[in-house]
């Protein structure tokens, strides 16, 4: 099945940058380094790899316009997110050390909109999306009740703290294997009766 490797690949890209995360914090800063750049390229590859599993998962739900909807919001957020981790690899790379960083960061969210789009509220649209196409499919018994309550949860962790990222990560990986098991089969089927 040709999406089998996103549905595994993107959260482990994601539990891949909670761990360079913490690691980059044991010196007791965070940025820049290779740990820091490192950690924010796995998070942007797996925002990519998030495109074509919001396209699978409004496959299975039949191109429904909720769906449909939900994966408008979702790339929104996808785009909000992608600027906002590629920000931080490039204030990582201009920067001589942590210090350093902080009058880049102060520059980029002095522009108007882009604390609200790319820091707050932007990203915030990516993570809703996610949680609403994964309860849609629960709902039609397409997966377990306990896939939406797994992604839910792996969304909230990390803003019960950071560092429980590469937690949230696994969590996210255990409840899309069955998306992975289902993924194209189902989107067809359910299309087919849409």
Not at 40 to 52: G, I, K, R, S
Not at 98 to 108: G, N
């Amino acid at each position: 099945m040709k999406y089998r490797a996103v549905f595994v690949a993107a959260p482990l890209l994601v539990t891949a940058y909670g761990a360079l995360r913490i690691v980059d914090g044991l010196d007791g800063s965070r940025g820049p380094g290779p740990a820091w750049t490192a950690g924010h390229l796995a998070f942007l590859a797996a925002l990519v790899l998030f495109v074509p599993i919001f396209w699978e998962m409004r496959r299975m739900l039949g191109r429904s316009a909720p769906a449909t909807a939900a994966v408008a919001v979702g790339l929104a957020g996808i785009g909000c997110a992608f600027a906002q981790f590629s920000i931080d690899v490039v204030v990582g790379f201009m920067a001589a050390d942590h210090d350093a960083m902080t009058p880049l960061f102060e520059q980029v969210k002095s522009v108007p909109g882009v604390s609200v789009a790319v820091y707050t509220a932007g990203p915030i649209l990516f993570y809703l999306a996610l949680a609403a196409l994964v309860a849609a499919l629960a709902v039609r018994r397409q997966v377990a009740a306990w896939v939406p309550v797994a992604v839910l949860l792996s969304v909230l962790l990390p803003l019960a703290s950071l560092d429980l990222m590469p937690l949230g990560g696994l969590l996210m990986f255990a409840a899309f294997l069955p998306l992975a098991r289902q993924g194209s089969s189902t989107g067809r089927h359910a299309s087919v009766h849409a």
